[in-house]
């Protein structure tokens, strides 16, 4: 196995291990704001097209509007920071497999 190969699946690990971190480390508190069993919140105002604000939401993740699945909370103070931290982690992997293919 290649050191590109390698950096790459170092990378992918790293990502999936801030994302299972983030999901279990983040507890799912009660609604404050009346939302429905599913967890929708219950303020139409919170949506933004397909992105969900709402900063006095404590949750990180919460339910698509529509469809199945779930999306990030960008009112959340953690959701700024998982999202940096898995683009850091993207742009190291592509200078890291760089670098060590020039070997």
């Known amino acids: 196995m290649n050191h590109a190969a390698l950096a790459e ?7 999936v291990a801030v994302l299972a971190l983030a999901i ?13 069993m599913r967890g929708m919140s219950a303020d139409p ?14 949750a990180l993740f919460v339910p698509k509007r529509q469809g199945v699945g779930w999306t990030l909370n960008f009112g959340h ?6 999202v940096w931290l898995m683009i850091g982690s993207l742009v190291a992997s592509v200078v890291l497999s760089t670098a060590l293919s020039r070997d």
């Open 24 to 36: 279990v480390a983040v507890p799912a508190p009660k609604r404050r704001d009346g939302g429905d």
């Open 9 to 15: 699946i170092l990378a992918i690990t790293f990502m």
């Open 77 to 82: 103070k953690w959701t700024w920071r998982l």
């Open 45 to 58: 105002r919170a949506w933004r097209g397909v992105f969900y604000v709402n900063p006095d939401d404590p």
